[in-house]
């Protein structure tokens, strides 16, 4: 295995070979590079993944609301997300609300063997971009109920709560999922938006095998919870991996890391994606769109090693008062 391809490599790479064309008009390949990172991970020690995922909520309408305006389209999304080799794919009970995991469902399934879906419970939505937190344990108990009813699952691989409700003991709202562990309705639990302290008080209630907290190259406030899951061999799914959809998007951005994706013949995006799977190995981005040439974009990401002096180079561009 090589330790180091480099820009030339990568270039070269590219021009052997012609996979889709992608957003801007330019044709990026899905060439085979040698590999200086595991492209894999055992989540929970037994559930093996490829580290760069898909997050499904961009399939709803505005606002992470309703029914996606082209439902068709989020399908093919899905579908060609699978094959282009995701097997991990995000999504949560909120998102549309219960849309997004019966189009997951009415996309994919009977679902191909090894895929991992990840849904999360414990929010609920008065309204378009509205978001509100309950963490009652006979509210999660039913959540888990409908989240496998619509997925049409027997188990739920990942089940994470969305966020804990400040109102409700986490170990009471923790209590009744591990009941439903102990069920078989669930295999492995997560959390996301959480610090460490609140991940080992987690711990003392159930095994905890993976973190989701907003984490980006411009964006690294979760830099602690990043290195305990390190630490702790549990995984790290960063949220808006690539910056969101808002100004901190980074499709959006004009920067110094735009510049620096140039050098490399490659988008802001990819670059920002390549920099997140060489961070940390328990890494396991799961940037989300509804756009097929997006999707190409994103996965063609995956390919792009990054020798020590560019990582380097990129890690100091994409701080906070390189970008902001």
Known sequence: MHNDVTRRTFLAALSTSAAGVLTGGLQRILAAIPEARDSTFQLGGDLLVNRLGFGAMRLTGEGIWGWPPDRENAKKVLQRAVELGVNFIDTADAYGPETNELLIAEAL?????????????????????????????????????????RLKLERIDLWQLHRIDRKVPVEESLGAIKKAQDAGKIRHVGLSEVSVA??????????????????????????????????????????????????????????????????????AVQLALAWLLQRSPVMLPIPGTSSLAHLEENMAAEKLQLSAEEWKRIEDLGRPHGIL
């Not at 080992?200 to 973190?211: L, N, R």
């Open 109 to 149: 399934y009977p679902y191909p063997k090894g895929l991992v879906i990840a849904t999360k419970g414990g929010q609920t939505r008065p309204g378009p971009g509205k978001w509100e937190q309950d963490g009652r344990p006979e509210y999660l108990a039913q959540a888990v109920d409908k989240s496998l009813k």
């Open 198 to 267: 609140e991940i080992e008080q987690a711990k003392k209630v159930m095994p905890i095998v993976s973190i989701q907290n907003r984490y980006n190259i411009t964006d690294r406030d979760s830099e602690a919870a990043l290195n305990y899951c390190a630490k702790e061999k549990m995984g790290f799914i960063p949220w808006a991996p690539i910056g969101g959809s808002g100004t901190r998007a980074l499709s959006k951005s004009a920067n110094q890391l735009e510049a620096e994706a140039k050098r490399h013949n490659v988008s």
